[in-house]
């Protein structure tokens, strides 16, 4: 009893260091987030928009890949949802997660933004921010906390469409790109605390490397932390390009 009592204890230890460092590289940020595949379908001479309306993002709930682990079997059972009913919501929180983070990140840019998603105004000259999700993909938490290094990682990714719509014009396009966002490639526990404590002592790790994962899943390896990672990749793209072009005036810090 002593020896695996000790045994135990040695192992505990050794996963709460491993822990410990994972911690640490979480604070490093593994996350992901990239704008890729930028095009100019439409410029014009002249752009002066007042104002930049943010729909939200067009998405299907069976475009949603949910986590199939166990983790969220006993999730859907604590609630008594359905797994479509699972995937309805996660679409809502991705749309709406996305949206508003665009319009702050243009906001604290100087930019004039507003959430919406009625046709803009016919007497303002607006930038439209539109698109469609490609993907909404859950991951698998299980593989993220005992393999870890993108395995299992979760993934939300975009087309984004910019538009111009002068008062009493019709909108043209000014600009369309392609955006994700993932949870990055976190070692797991296999990694920082070595294959033999999955391997002969899956229940032990778990239960230490949740500490760290736990606050991982909530923080950082979730559908609505990539959709924040990627509203605000989205909203720098657009106030970089809104810069660059000259699309709208910078309003001073008050």
């Known amino acids: 009893m002593t020896t ?25 940020g593994y ?5 890729t595949d930028i095009e100019h379908p ?58 508003d983070e665009i319009v702050r990140t243009l906001r604290a840019q100087g930019l004039n933004a507003v959430r919406s998603d009625a046709p803009a105004p016919a007497n303002v000259n607006a930038l439209i921010v539109d698109g469609d999700f490609r993907k909404i993909d859950e991951g698998t938490s299980r593989r993220r906390l005992l393999v870890g290094l993108g395995a299992g990682k979760s993934e939300v990714a975009v087309q984004v469409r910019v538009a111009y719509q002068p008062a009493h014009g019709a909108a043209v396009p000014l600009q369309t790109f392609v955006a994700n966002a993932d949870s990055g490639h976190m070692p797991g526990v296999a990694e920082t605390a070595g294959v033999g404590a999955v391997a002969g002592h899956v229940a032990v790790a778990a239960a230490a490397g949740t500490g760290v994962h736990g606050v991982s899943e909530v923080k950082h390896d979730t559908i609505f ?30």
């Not at 000790?6 to 979480?26: D, N, V, Y």
């Not at 996350?31 to 704008?35: G, T």
């Not at 932390?225 to 106030?239: F, H, M, N, P, Y």
């Open 4 to 28: 695996t009592l000790q045994t135990l204890a040695a192992q505990t230890k050794r996963l709460a260091i491993a822990a410990l460092a994972t911690g640490a590289m979480l604070a490093a």
């Open 31 to 35: 996350a992901n987030a990239a704008v």
């Open 42 to 99: 439409g410029l014009l001479q002249t752009v002066q928009a007042d104002v930049i309306y943010v729909h939200a993002f067009h998405a299907a709930a069976d475009q949603v890949q949910l986590d199939g682990g166990f983790m969220q079997k006993v999730k859907t059972m604590a609630t008594g949802s359905s797994a479509a009913g699972a995937q309805v919501q996660a679409v809502a929180e991705a749309q709406e997660q996305v949206a």
């Open 225 to 254: 932390a990539d959709a924040t990672r990627l509203g605000d990749s989205i909203g720098k793209q657009v106030a970089a390009a809104s810069e660059e072009e000259g699309w709208m005036t910078v309003r001073p810090a008050i």
